[in-house]
């Protein structure tokens, strides 16, 4: 597969700068020199708890926001740029889906009508073959398409987010971002959702990037997994190397707080401390504090992300496999 969007230390502060009478205003790095290539056709899972950066991630990967630092490139192009002169254009090769599908469409607009503006202002199709399309979109998120007459309030969660899907797909992208696309839909809706998402991929060769909180989500649809921690990817690999051989304590501990049924719980250690203060960052490992691995050597530079294989994690301390249980 051929690299599609890469990442090179990549980073977004939000705040800083200065008052009026010259004092410091504080800054937040919400995401921290993020290097990583994202290949055509695959599925990047992208995991974390909250705050550790995954949805601003998400939105400059998507051209809603832009790097303070580092680049983005897709298919060669300055990404943040392409936003500035062609956001039509970058919108018509990227999409997004939001959350919280309820709150993400028009409740003013009937299901037509939302999903006729990309056709009209990103593809300028005609009424004839604008027709042709919707029934198209609705078939392939398996809605009838006399659902196109209907407000999004009649819809349960599970249906309106299979309509946020279609929007997304209506312009034709390469590339969809899905933010938390399930995490508000019960267990077994979640589960129609994915399976429509699997098929779409195959069909129309997609590009995901699939972000989450949610592990057993990830590790159902995803090929790579990067697990990120306080703006930083801590961990990234296939996603077997990541579920069944982690090296990250951090990706441990995880594993630990969401157990699944036929796969041994993972240790996490027992330290337990809040997460590092986002005004004040640690000088080295932001996990040091809840580490059972961490030694002096943690406190003093930040770990970079080395291993072989693909397989890499962010530690100065890795799990071995023999030492993972």
């Known amino acids: ?53 995954k949805s601003t991630l998400a939105r400059l990967l998507s051209g809603l926001d832009r790097p303070t630092g580092g680049s983005i490139t897709f298919e060669g192009r300055d990404l943040a740029e392409e936003a500035r002169k062609n956001p039509r254009e970058l919108a018509r090769q990227v999409q997004y889906v939001f959350q919280d599908p309820v709150s993400s469409l028009n409740p003013r607009k009937k299901i037509r009508t939302i999903l006729e503006a990309p056709l009209i202002h990103l ?30 309030h009649e819809f349960s969660g599970g249906q309106a987010q299979r309509i946020g899907i279609a929007r997304a797909l209506a ?10 696309p399930v995490s508000a839909l019960d267990v077994s809706v979640q589960a129609q959702v994915l399976n429509i998402l699997d098929d779409l991929k195959s069909r129309f060769g997609l590009t995901y990037l699939f972000i989450s909180h949610d592990l057993s989500v ?17 961990e990234l690999g296939s996603r077997d190397a990541v579920f069944t051989a982690a090296r990250h304590p951090y990706t441990h501990l995880l594993l630990k707080s969401a157990p699944a049924p036929g796969r041994k719980a993972v240790s996490g250690g027992d330290r337990e401390a809040e997460l590092p203060d986002p005004y004040n960052p640690p000088k080295g490992c932001a996990f040091f504090a809840r580490c059972p691995r961490g030694t002096d050597v943690c406190q003093s530079a930040v770990p970079p992300l080395d291993g072989d294989g693909g397989h890499r994690a962010a530690c100065y301390h890795p799990v071995e496999p023999d030492t993972a249980s």
């Open 218 to 234: 990830v590790e159902t649809i995803s090929d790579r997994v990067a697990v990120m921690y306080f703006g930083r990817i801590v």
């Open 123 to 152: 593809l300028g199709m005609k009424k004839a073959e604008r027709e042709k399309r919707l029934e198209e979109l609705m078939h392939a998120v398996h809605l009838a398409p006399e659902f196109l007459e209907r407000y999004p």
């Open 171 to 180: 312009a034709n992208p390469e590339v969809i971002v899905l933010d938390e």
């Open 1 to 53: 597969m051929s690299e599609l969007i890469e990442i090179k230390s990549a980073e977004r502060i939000f705040g800083g700068g200065k008052t009026l009478f010259g004092k410091a205003l504080p800054a937040v790095h919400a995401v921290q020199d993020v290097t990583i290539n994202v290949k055509k056709g695959e599925t990047l899972g992208i995991v974390g708890e909250s705050g550790c950066g």
